[in-house]
């Protein structure tokens, strides 16, 4: 606990690309501090400073490779990991009955059932996008999706990451699609075409596609393009800066703090539900 009354967040994956961006965000964001910073046991970044290595000099908090000691010490755990990784980082924050803000995407039915399950004991905030301006977009295709008909009205959705990313769709296609969804009274796993190749068949009314590209340094593109016979409307996101998911991030742990365990989304703690 922080004896200043600060949030004490331990960063899983402190050297990542989102890792370095949080450790940056919860620097400058008033009522949190870097409890700890965590890395795989064989990481070259053990030792270093998690301030240095994020380029605002040094906050000595070494990065290290035992998250229990760490997460038995926190208020709650930033992680924008592996899927693997967030289960069992799920697993010891519900040990230590702590907040978990779980950013991670790519995650398979069996991984989202144990994280449903440590939310029994742990205060989890999950969503593939942290970001304000994704969850009010969500909103948005929701209710675009309810107002259209489907006989009428494509539902496509596409999205652009840098050469690094490793999952698709990514996980803001995959919360569009479920909003699109619910906007329809549909099942998204029942109606969805996720890749196309070949001798396709023509468009099945009322599914909802994806298509991901994959290139350079984009941070996140996406797009809901509802199409009609003649018209055409397509509800957009470009994020420009990761800073924006680190604050979201961030967010969601104060928020979390004051409620009782259990799973939440990032439309939650917006108040976007
Ligand atoms: N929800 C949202 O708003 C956002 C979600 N994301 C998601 O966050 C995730 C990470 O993205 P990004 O930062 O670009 O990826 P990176 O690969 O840059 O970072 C992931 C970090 O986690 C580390 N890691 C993996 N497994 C463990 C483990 N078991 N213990 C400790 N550290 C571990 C990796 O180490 P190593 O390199 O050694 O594997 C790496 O340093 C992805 O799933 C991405 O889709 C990204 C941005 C926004
Ligand atoms: O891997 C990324 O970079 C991102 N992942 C998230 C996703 O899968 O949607 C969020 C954001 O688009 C960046």
């Not at 398979?108 to 969850?135: P, W």
């Not at 396709?200 to 009609?228: E, N």
Request: proline share 3%.
């Amino acid at each position: 606990m922080s004896e200043s009354g600060d949030m004490g967040l331990v960063v899983v994956g402190a050297a990542g690309r989102m890792g370095q961006t949080l450790i940056r965000a919860i620097h400058t964001m008033p009522g949190a501090r870097v409890a700890a910073a965590i890395e795989r046991p064989d990481s070259a970044h053990l030792g270093k400073d998690a301030g240095e290595l994020a380029g605002i000099g040094i906050i000595n908090v070494p990065i290290v490779n035992d998250p229990l000691p760490a997460f038995a010490k926190a208020n709650g755990v930033l992680d924008f990991t592996a899927p693997s990784a967030s289960v069992e980082f799920a697993g010891y924050a519900a040990q230590a009955r702590i907040v978990h803000v779980i950013g991670t995407t790519g995650c398979s039915a069996d991984d989202n059932a144990k994280i449903a399950a440590a939310a029994r004991h742990a205060t989890i905030v999950k969503s593939g996008n942290m970001s304000l301006g994704v969850n009010l977009l969500a909103v948005l295709v929701e209710q675009a999706a309810k107002a259209l008909d489907p006989e009428d009205f494509d539902i496509e959705i596409l999205e652009m990451h840098h050469r690094h990313k490793v999952d698709a769709p990514s996980g803001t296609a995959l919360l569009l699609g479920e909003a699109a969804a619910k906007g329809r009274g549909i099942d998204l796993a029942d109606n969805s075409v996720r890749v196309r190749d070949g001798h396709t068949g023509v468009r099945k009314t009322g599914s909802i596609g994806f298509a991901a590209l994959r290139g350079g340094s984009v941070v996140g593109d996406h797009s809901v393009i509802l199409a009609g016979t003649g018209e055409r409307i397509t509800l957009s996101h470009h994020a420009e800066d990761r800073a924006i998911f680190a604050r979201g991030a961030v967010k969601a742990a104060l928020w979390a703090r004051a409620k009782k365990p259990g799973l939440y989304s990032m439309r939650d703690v917006l108040g976007l539900s």
